[in-house]
């Protein structure tokens, strides 16, 4: 007997609308929601006041992000009582050196609008970044701009962190003694090799804007002695010798012939 398949709108419905949710989570990290829950739970009526956010929507943003589990809550409403969830708490507070929620909050002021133009790139071919109003490459425009640099780093460093986390922990480091991570953005990748494999001795390199930053880091993590960090282009410049050459997020921005230098020259 042939069994037909019930035809179902809900997964239309849910990637059509799928952007309600994200920019709630959005919204959440960018005005540090987690990061103040993770000082201490609070009442909704001690969000609101030292967020500033207006009562009328209050509840119906909080509860919203208790329905899609990055809340907690007990009560409700007047008598709610709010913490942070098990991944929010890890993740999304600013204050712990797991947080994450630097590419949402590039995701938020960058990357959102860029989307709306998704009719207009498929149309023209063209980029519907930064280098549609200026003429610039991505970089340069972004790097012209140091808060918007340290923004595109700290989403680069969250993206990756688990990743970098990961193979700090878990690759077999005990054949190499040194290490160079090119376009090593903030740092975060030698950082973890460092902090998990003391006998590695590794060298972050990137263009002299982003190793200003990643110096910054390297010192704010007690790192600023053990972590090389190194100025370079790294299509113009020799690699540092290493034992081990790591290119997190580089590669996937060029065309075939720049990764096939990029790979000849760790070799």
């Given at each position: 007997m042939e069994t037909t398949s019930q035809v179902d709108p809900?997964?239309?419905m849910q990637i059509g609308t799928g952007f309600f949710a994200s920019k709630t989570l959005l919204t959440a990290t960018k005005i540090?929601?987690?990061?103040?829950?993770?000082?201490?739970?609070r009442s909704g009526e001690d969000i609101q006041k030292e967020l500033g956010?207006?009562?009328?929507?209050?509840?119906?943003f909080l509860d919203a992000l208790v329905a899609l589990g990055f809340l907690n809550r007990k009560g409700i409403k007047?008598?709610?009582?709010?913490?942070?969830?098990?991944d929010s708490d890890l993740f999304l507070d600013k204050n712990k050196p797991s947080y994450m929620g630097g590419i949402l909050?590039?995701?938020n002021n960058r990357l959102y609008p860029f989307w709306n133009d998704l009719e207009t790139g498929l149309k023209t071919g063209l980029p519907q970044n930064e280098a549609k109003n200026n003429g610039k490459s991505l970089f340069d425009a972004i790097y012209a701009d140091p808060a918007r640099l340290r923004e595109f780093i700290r989403a680069m460093t969250g993206v990756q962190l688990g990743n970098f986390i990961a193979f700090?922990?878990?690759f077999?480091?005990?054949n190499y003694k040194t290490l160079c991570d090119i376009g090593g953005s903030?740092?975060?990748l030698s950082a973890q090799v460092t902090l998990n494999n003391e006998h590695v001795k590794c060298t972050t390199l990137d263009l002299p804007p982003v190793t200003s930053i990643a110096q910054e880091n390297m010192d704010a993590m007690g790192l600023g002695d053990k972590v090389n960090v190194v100025s370079g282009d790294f299509f113009a410049d020799k690699f540092p010798k290493a034992d081990i050459i790591t290119m997190g997020q580089i590669l996937h921005d060029w065309g075939t012939k720049d990764k096939k230098k990029l790979i000849s020259k760790s070799y």
């Open positions: 809900s997964n239309i540090g929601l987690f990061t103040l829950l993770g000082e201490r739970p956010l207006h009562p009328r929507s209050l509840y119906d007047e008598t709610s009582i709010y913490s942070n969830s098990a909050e590039m995701a700090a922990k878990q077999d480091f005990t903030g740092g975060a």
